[in-house]
């Protein structure tokens, strides 16, 4: 049993599009994250969401939305699309949202955008 | 704030040789270290992890690294190399107060060689 699932996997799209990519997690953690990775593996923070409230959000543009609709799944939804966003993002969990907690990363979500 | 510097984005060692990674981390309070593997086309996972107790932490794999608080350094190190050893590093940071997310270095590739 995977312990964080992200779908798809792969996601090939046109410019101006809307994807959405999906995430859940059956570890029972409080917190889930979104990250990105560049095409030089650089990780950056997205977003971060502790029982379903947004608790952190690293100056992303607006049309990057997430959604919690529970605490097992955080959603990205990603409006009109450039092609400065194709990257690999990766959602992850952790037990809380606390200095020392190991996350647990999903296998990514690479979006090419042409 | 808090940062973390990996010095040499390549790695190059022969099989049964020793690995060495550095890491250099930047934080205002007490840290806390992570190293993490990533292999090819998957997620990360925790190798192992600093979070105030012993100084010397062993990790998976025969992994081990060493928070050094006077030079601000964790680096990694596992005495003989194995071609399975082959992936991208990353040294991250977390901070002992409050939410706290993990800010993670630039990566260090591992290449191993026959």
């Known amino acids: 049993d995977t312990a964080v699932s992200q779908t798809p996997k792969y996601l090939v799209t046109q410019m101006g599009n809307d994807k959405s990519i999906k995430c859940e997690q059956n570890l029972g953690h409080d917190t889930m994250y979104w990250y990105k990775q560049d095409s030089k593996k650089f990780l950056k923070i997205m977003f971060s969401y502790n029982n379903k409230e947004l608790i952190i959000n690293e100056t992303v543009p607006n049309r990057f939305s997430p959604k919690s609709p529970d605490k097992a799944h955080l959603n990205l939804h990603i409006n009109s699309l450039e092609l400065g966003d194709s990257a690999v993002y990766f959602c992850?969990?952790?037990?809380?949202?606390?200095?020392?907690?190991?996350?647990?990363f999903g296998e990514g979500s690479r979006l090419t955008v042409l | 704030a808090q940062s973390v510097t990996q010095l040499g984005s390549h790695v190059s060692v022969s099989e049964g040789a020793l690995v060495l990674l550095r890491c250099n981390y930047s934080?205002?309070?007490?840290?806390?270290l992570f190293w993490y593997v990533q292999y090819p086309n998957q997620g990360l996972q925790l190798l192992l992890k600093y979070t105030s107790a012993a100084t010397l932490v062993k990790g998976i794999n025969g992994f081990e690294a060493e928070f050094k608080k006077s030079e601000t350094s964790f680096h990694l190190t596992k005495p003989s190399a194995h071609m399975s050893d082959a992936a991208e590093y990353f040294c991250a940071v977390s901070q002992n107060s409050g939410y706290s997310t993990l800010t993670f270095g630039k990566g260090t590739m591992l290449l191993v060689s026959p």
């Open positions: 934080s205002s309070v007490p840290p806390y």
């Open positions: 992850a969990s952790s037990q809380e949202l606390a200095g020392g907690r190991e996350l647990f």
